[in-house]
């Protein structure tokens, strides 16, 4: 179990670059040059993020993406939905069918009882926190 995919984890650092870029229009190939991930990768992030409206593109000579909501209105817990779906821990399958006992099973109750505290911290990281807290620190030098 991954609790962030690589899909995940590099669609944060492209936003925590955004986030701290001087320039508000950033070139995919400036992204790739600085954050060290492959093009075909970093262009399908960032393709989903603007068809989800976290980014803007901007096509011509200067073109790129930009940010289009704030840091702080974007939540680590949406960018999970988006590139790996609802957060669960467990889907209770056993091989392949769900669980005869999921609804009476007293460790669903205590999975489920985690899956909400986690799902409850995911919401409360935005970029703008994971900006200031360490963020800055990881970006030095990337921008």
Do not use: H
Request: hydrophobic share 40%; proline share 5%; glycine share 6%.
């Amino acid at each position: 179990m991954k609790l962030i995919t690589r899909d995940t984890d590099y669609a944060v650092k492209a936003l925590l670059f955004f986030a701290k870029s001087k320039r508000k229009v950033v070139s995919v190939t400036d992204l790739v040059q600085a954050l060290r991930i492959p093009r075909p990768f970093l262009r399908k992030i960032l393709q989903v993020l603007n068809k989800r409206e976290v980014l803007k593109s901007r096509k011509g000579q200067g073109g790129g993406f930009e940010l289009s909501l704030p840091p702080q209105k974007i939540f680590l817990s949406f960018l999970i939905e988006i590139f790996q779906g609802p957060f669960q821990l467990n889907e209770c399958l056993f091989k392949k069918n769900i669980c005869p006992d999921r609804a009476t099973c007293p460790l669903r109750y205590k999975i489920n009882s985690i899956e909400r505290s986690v799902i409850s911290e995911l919401k409360s990281i935005t970029i703008q926190s994971l900006l200031n807290d360490g963020g800055k620190l990881w970006l030095k030098g990337k921008s």
